[in-house]
């Protein structure tokens, strides 16, 4: 059990991104005290789990280390928290040490020029070769994971189905069938969505990956190489699919307004019986919901094929990075950090802090008995190989606009075919920017 000492709340920057954890007794002012300890930054998003794994860490940390006091900072979620990280990097006011996504959204913070390379660290050959590849370039490998691999899938109300004697959906056509039959019991949402927090609208594309790599194997390193468009099948899927849901009144009531937390509850209390998530909601559903903890199962967001369908899976989003504006005894510190975060105590610190959303991707770190039914329902899909890695993990091409566009046809503003368009044609910039052949 890891002990916590007292925190005070502070504020971030005159734009009040949000709150800060100090450790109490901690000087608020400069970078480092007279005494010559070392005070780092850890800029996290403000998502109430990561906050509370992110403290439970630093704490352990500092405790284990006299002379390194961890200040732990928060930024909004989606695109306005891309904003603030990105915005920091380019004016060189970035923390010590921040958390952000792998995979695509990395690539675009251009890493060679404002991340630290720790490919030379001792610990990189404990990490999973697949997520050596999400934090790498051609020239270096940035980050650190914090959390677990999770997978894109269908959370679902285990007390709903069994109620209504649904099966667990292998196909789409399925998967409508039972949201059918959820509306016409009346008084729970068939399917969830939170557009309060609009990061939250992109899992009917994101999540049917491996419906797509079913369908087209070379569908991936095509897309990177501007040969496959999200206006053609089987990308297109994703977004037809989301029209339809909303087309056919299968989403709860308010959610133009809902938020990510609201539809983890909705799920968890039997108010939904679908929320399409990734499945570090198991975070969540624990520190919000916690006697639902066998109530939330999940399953892969089903595609046209029974035989093909899968889990579309993610490497830890949550990876921690130092930028190269931390130097001296300040970039050691935040080394020696980086290394806890490899060990199997952090590992069960963040087992312990929030539930874990899926396999650890570090040597010698193993999972609880203990997981919630969300987490061991994916172990079938992993043991079976019915797997595939989402785009982002093979493309380093993700627009920014996604979320957005997906909020539009998920509301009926904008049609299936337009926003499948709109968001080829937000791409393309990005494509442009990391120089790729085909744009």
């Excluded at 720790?118 to 050959?125: A, C, G, I």
């Excluded at 368009?421 to 937000?426: I, V």
Aim: some cysteine.
């Amino acid at each position: 059990m890891v002990t916590r000492t007292s925190r005070r709340l502070l504020a971030v920057g005159a734009s009040g991104l949000a709150l800060s954890l100090a450790l109490a007794g901690c000087s608020a002012g400069g970078d480092e005290s007279t005494d010559g300890a070392v005070e780092l930054s850890f800029l996290v998003d403000n998502s109430e789990a990561l906050v509370e794994t992110a403290g439970a860490l630093a704490d352990a940390f500092m405790e284990a280390n006299d002379g390194i006091t961890i200040e732990v900072e928060t930024r909004p979620q989606g695109s306005d928290g891309d904003n603030v990280v990105k915005t920091r990097l380019a004016t060189g006011d970035m923390a010590d040490i921040f958390q952000y996504n792998s995979g695509a959204l990395m690539q675009a913070l251009s890493p060679d020029e404002t991340l630290v390379d720790l490919s030379d660290e001792e610990w990189v050959d404990k990490l999973d070769p697949n997520f050596v590849s999400s934090v790498s370039t051609d020239n270096g490998m940035y980050g650190v994971p914090m959390g677990q691999s999770m997978a894109g899938a269908v959370l679902y109300n285990k007390d709903v189905y069994a109620e209504l004697g649904l099966e667990i959906p292998t196909t789409w056509d399925e998967f409508i069938a039972n949201a059918e039959a959820v509306k016409a019991a009346g008084d729970v949402a068939p399917i969830v969505q939170t557009y309060g927090d609009t990061w939250t609208s992109q899992l009917f594309v994101l999540g049917d990956f491996n419906n797509v790599t079913a369908a087209d194997p070379d569908w991936a390193e095509a897309y990177t190489a501007g040969e496959r468009k999200y206006v053609d099948e089987p990308a297109f899927a994703g977004f037809q699919h989301l029209q339809d849901a909303f087309d056919a009144g299968l989403f709860n009531e308010d959610f133009a307004s809902a938020t990510y937390a609201d539809g983890v509850s909705m799920v968890a209390t039997g108010a939904g019986a679908h929320y399409p998530m990734l499945t570090f909601a198991a975070g969540q559903l624990m520190t919000t919901d916690p006697d639902a903890a066998d109530v939330v199962g999940a399953f892969a967001l089903p595609g046209p094929d029974a035989e093909t369908n899968g889990l579309t899976v993610w490497m830890p989003t949550n990876t921690t990075y130092i930028p190269r504006t931390t130097e001296g005894d300040k970039l050691e510190a935040a080394k020696k950090f980086m290394a806890f975060l490899m060990t199997p105590e952090a590992c069960d610190i963040q087992s312990e802090a929030n539930a874990p959303q899926g396999p650890y991707v570090i040597e010698g770190c193993s999972l609880p008995e203990d997981v919630p039914a969300m987490v061991a329902d994916l172990q079938p899909y992993f043991d079976e190989g019915k797997t595939n890695l989402a785009l982002e993990f093979l493309s380093p091409i993700k627009g920014p606009a996604l979320e957005q566009i997906m909020v539009a046809v998920g509301s009926g503003i904008t049609s299936a075919a337009d926003g499948a368009a709109q968001y080829d044609e937000d791409v393309i910039k990005q494509a442009q920017q990391l120089g790729l052949e085909g744009w």
